[in-house]
């Protein structure tokens, strides 16, 4: 099994990011279910806007493209911004609308027979429309979405103090993080053992 983790903070590297360090705790929880887990920070990357694969010289997207391909388990993971997903992670989501018309050697939609799921961070709410607009994504490209795949962190609504600066939710976020793993791993492991057929 593998997994990939895409992190649509805008904050580049090497700047510390929320939406990382909880993302790492559904990671190390699939790391000790023996799976291998692959972090990509979007926003080190050039790229480029639109709806296709390769959009040509310098664009990185291809290379994202292709660890998408070699995993079982997608996981974005975003903070919130104005209540809604990063522009990081909606310029992801657009270049993955390609992958609805890419099919394997068997007519499937390259997206079927994986899973997927979201984590949120941010000072404000807002956190249940960026998991649901998100996944609503991941499943029209052909992903599966498990029941409660997603974990969030806030302190309530307005202003607050960011996740790496406070402690208070850790441990319900970090318990519905570990859940989100087992629930991703049980998923994907289930679809390598019975795959969905092309539709039609």
């Known amino acids: 099994m593998k997994a990939l983790i895409i992190n649509c903070t805008l904050k580049p590297s090497p700047e510390p990011s ?7 705790v ?3 929880r699939l790391t000790e279910e023996k799976v291998d887990v692959e972090v990509v920070r979007a926003v ?9 694969t390769d959009a040509g010289e310098g664009d990185e997207w291809p290379r994202v493209h292709d660890k998408l391909l070699s995993s079982d388990i997608l996981i974005i993971a975003s903070p919130t911004w104005l209540g809604r997903p990063s522009s990081v992670a909606q310029r992801v989501l ?3 609308d390609a992958m609805m018309t890419e099919t394997d050697d068997e007519g499937r939609p390259v997206a079927y027979n994986r899973v997927c799921g979201v984590v949120v961070t941010g000072n404000e709410d807002g956190a249940h429309h960026v998991i ?7 499943a029209d490209i052909g992903y ?7 974990t969030y962190w806030h302190l309530g609504p307005g202003p607050g103090p960011d996740y790496l600066d406070e402690q208070r939710g850790h441990e319900w976020a970090h318990r519905t993080g570990r859940a989100m793993a087992d629930n991703l791993n049980g998923v994907a492991r289930a679809l390598a053992a019975r795959p ?3 539709p039609g």
């Open 144 to 150: 599966t979405v498990p029941g409660q795949a997603w």
């Open 132 to 138: 649901s607009e998100i996944s609503g994504a991941l």
């Open 196 to 198: 969905l057929g092309a």
């Open 18 to 24: 929320n939406t990382e360090a909880l993302a790492a």
């Open 26 to 28: 559904v990671g190390e």
């Open 44 to 52: 080190d990357l050039n790229i480029a806007p639109g709806v296709v």
């Open 94 to 96: 657009e270049r993955m």
